[in-house]
């Protein structure tokens, strides 16, 4: 009897071995199918673009289309999957728990984005990209919204209170000010406030709403079980449609990137007048989302950081061929919970608040930009100037959506405080579809570093936790450490 338990008990482990084996290869056939997506996009644009060097939008759209359904599938699994990670994860731990675990994840994310900041600062103030630069600064202007930032600070915190929160899924609330019929001025603050609803999810709002949400539920001990068990459940199911999205990534990404090249101006001129913009960003991005965060992140873990960024590839791959960390966070979070090893508590709370309010790269680059742009314009800079650019960047990285060069909008609030007028925006706008894709792959990265260091620091306080639900319970001891 104890002879065939053996057997048949080898037998198994060398299937499982097997199994593993193969499916390491799997997994990492995919990520790199996605690189050459990556690449294999960009030579097949620029082929595109020797064969015809403007092409018809109608055309563009055709390329596109296999990117932009590969977009559409992970956009829809933003919503379900944010929404049932952060409640069955707040509602699965006690309230001091889920405290010290959010806690711990705003502090790394406001110290990184800080450090982002403080570090691009640095960098454009050394390399004054934009001193001597008559060039881009005749681009022309386009009109843009007028806002005050005080209004734009504000529809972030009403933003965060969605008064209704089916619409806080489709859209997001605007303050939206019009010229006096009455009297001409050009002085906003005398300008007749009204609002508007622009079509955009209000995932700040739906963040939120899902935290209060998960703290109810575990107030209210067995007779939230029932909800809880939803969420939970949904939120597994949306996962396996994740991975089942996510053997899409090499095509999405390759007509992703193949038809932006397509749609682009001509690159020696670009790279002409913002090269060393371009430059200046890129080398802050890299140095701060693979020097500095992995540095920090060993420093804390004690692990390499190398691995783990090894692991997060597909989801780092994936941002910067959607330019989305809203639409990366599906495969950011399977990334993290499958590869990472990550406690599912940790990840479903932490990634969702990442991929919306953490943004290093986004940071990084609304700083240089307003910098740059002040240099272009001959506007000096005082040292309360840099302190207020460092601030508003800040705040504006947060208030950015995860979606394509949402950077680019709140940028005008960061050009604010230097005194410059929205429209200067244009004079960086050639280069910002491929940066957008650098910054993201940054903010992706800087999110999935933060949910490894606060795994790691909430380590003890998750074993002492016994009453776990089964279902998150099972679901961690699949996952390796
Ligand atoms: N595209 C960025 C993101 O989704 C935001 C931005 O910087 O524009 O993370």
């Given at each position: 009897m104890n002879f065939q338990n053996n057997t048949a008990s080898g037998g198994t482990d060398k299937m499982a071995k097997t199994k593993q084996k193969k499916s390491f290869i799997l997994e990492n056939l995919l990520t790199i199918l996605t690189v050459v997506g990556v690449f294999g996009g960009t030579a097949f644009g620029l082929i595109l673009r020797s064969v015809n060097d403007k092409w018809k939008a109608r055309d563009i759209m055709y390329v596109n289309f296999v990117g932009d359904l590969f977009l559409r599938m992970l956009k829809g699994l933003i919503i379900p999957l944010l929404v049932c990670s952060i409640v069955s994860s707040v509602g699965a731990l006690d309230l001091s728990l889920s405290k010290k675990i959010g806690m711990r994840a705003i502090l790394w994310y406001v110290c990184t984005t800080l450090l982002a900041v403080t570090q691009g600062i640095i960098l454009v103030l050394t390399i004054?990209?934009?001193?001597?630069?008559t060039a881009a600064a005749t681009k022309t202007t386009i009109s843009q919204r007028n806002v005050l930032t005080t209004d734009t600070i504000l529809d972030l915190v009403r933003n965060m209170?969605?008064?209704n929160i089916a619409k806080a899924c489709i859209s997001q609330y605007r303050t939206l000010i019009t010229p006096p019929k009455d009297f001409n001025t050009?002085?906003?603050?005398q300008w007749d406030i009204n609002s508007e609803y622009i079509e955009n999810s209000n995932i700040l709002g739906l963040v939120v709403f899902s935290i209060i949400m998960g703290i109810a539920i575990g107030q209210l001990g067995a007779a939230g079980v029932p909800v809880l068990k939803f969420f939970e459940s949904l939120g597994d199911v949306t996962m396996l449609m994740t991975t089942w999205v996510i053997w899409m990534s090499p095509l999405g990404v390759f007509f992703l990137v193949s038809s932006k090249i397509l749609e682009t101006e001509s690159f020696s001129l670009i790279m002409s007048q913002l090269g060393l913009y371009f430059v200046t960003v890129l080398t802050g991005l890299i140095i701060h989302g693979y020097v500095l965060l992995p540095f920090l992140y060993f420093l804390f873990t004690r692990k390499s950081p190398i691995i783990f960024l090894r692991k997060m590839s597909q989801a780092i791959i994936t941002a910067f061929g959607t330019a989305s960390s809203n639409a990366t966070l599906p495969v950011s979070m399977q990334c993290i919970e499958?590869?990472?090893?990550?406690d599912v508590r940790i990840s479903r709370f932490v990634m969702p608040i990442g991929a919306t309010i953490n943004m290093d790269g986004t940071a990084l680059y609304e700083a240089v930009a307003a910098i740059f742009i002040a240099q272009i314009r001959n506007v000096p800079l005082s040292f309360g100037h840099v302190i207020a650019v460092s601030i508003t960047a800040t705040m504006a990285s947060i208030g950015a959506?995860?979606?394509?060069?949402?950077g680019l909008v709140t940028m005008v609030m960061v050009l604010d405080t230097v005194?410059?007028?929205?429209?200067?925006?244009t004079i960086i706008f050639a280069v910002d579809w491929l940066l957008d894709r650098f910054r993201t792959a940054v903010n992706v990265s800087g999110d999935g570093l933060g949910a490894g260091v606060v795994a790691h620091l909430s380590q003890g306080d998750l074993e002492d936790?016994?009453?776990?639900p089964m279902s998150l319970k099972s679901n961690e001891e699949n996952t390796p450490l």
């Amino acid at each position: 009897m104890n002879f065939q338990n053996n057997t048949a008990s080898g037998g198994t482990d060398k299937m499982a071995k097997t199994k593993q084996k193969k499916s390491f290869i799997l997994e990492n056939l995919l990520t790199i199918l996605t690189v050459v997506g990556v690449f294999g996009g960009t030579a097949f644009g620029l082929i595109l673009r020797s064969v015809n060097d403007k092409w018809k939008a109608r055309d563009i759209m055709y390329v596109n289309f296999v990117g932009d359904l590969f977009l559409r599938m992970l956009k829809g699994l933003i919503i379900p999957l944010l929404v049932c990670s952060i409640v069955s994860s707040v509602g699965a731990l006690d309230l001091s728990l889920s405290k010290k675990i959010g806690m711990r994840a705003i502090l790394w994310y406001v110290c990184t984005t800080l450090l982002a900041v403080t570090q691009g600062i640095i960098l454009v103030l050394t390399i004054q990209p934009g001193k001597g630069n008559t060039a881009a600064a005749t681009k022309t202007t386009i009109s843009q919204r007028n806002v005050l930032t005080t209004d734009t600070i504000l529809d972030l915190v009403r933003n965060m209170f969605p008064d209704n929160i089916a619409k806080a899924c489709i859209s997001q609330y605007r303050t939206l000010i019009t010229p006096p019929k009455d009297f001409n001025t050009t002085d906003l603050t005398q300008w007749d406030i009204n609002s508007e609803y622009i079509e955009n999810s209000n995932i700040l709002g739906l963040v939120v709403f899902s935290i209060i949400m998960g703290i109810a539920i575990g107030q209210l001990g067995a007779a939230g079980v029932p909800v809880l068990k939803f969420f939970e459940s949904l939120g597994d199911v949306t996962m396996l449609m994740t991975t089942w999205v996510i053997w899409m990534s090499p095509l999405g990404v390759f007509f992703l990137v193949s038809s932006k090249i397509l749609e682009t101006e001509s690159f020696s001129l670009i790279m002409s007048q913002l090269g060393l913009y371009f430059v200046t960003v890129l080398t802050g991005l890299i140095i701060h989302g693979y020097v500095l965060l992995p540095f920090l992140y060993f420093l804390f873990t004690r692990k390499s950081p190398i691995i783990f960024l090894r692991k997060m590839s597909q989801a780092i791959i994936t941002a910067f061929g959607t330019a989305s960390s809203n639409a990366t966070l599906p495969v950011s979070m399977q990334c993290i919970e499958e590869k990472c090893g990550i406690d599912v508590r940790i990840s479903r709370f932490v990634m969702p608040i990442g991929a919306t309010i953490n943004m290093d790269g986004t940071a990084l680059y609304e700083a240089v930009a307003a910098i740059f742009i002040a240099q272009i314009r001959n506007v000096p800079l005082s040292f309360g100037h840099v302190i207020a650019v460092s601030i508003t960047a800040t705040m504006a990285s947060i208030g950015a959506a995860g979606i394509p060069q949402a950077g680019l909008v709140t940028m005008v609030m960061v050009l604010d405080t230097v005194g410059l007028p929205a429209e200067d925006v244009t004079i960086i706008f050639a280069v910002d579809w491929l940066l957008d894709r650098f910054r993201t792959a940054v903010n992706v990265s800087g999110d999935g570093l933060g949910a490894g260091v606060v795994a790691h620091l909430s380590q003890g306080d998750l074993e002492d936790m016994t009453d776990m639900p089964m279902s998150l319970k099972s679901n961690e001891e699949n996952t390796p450490l």
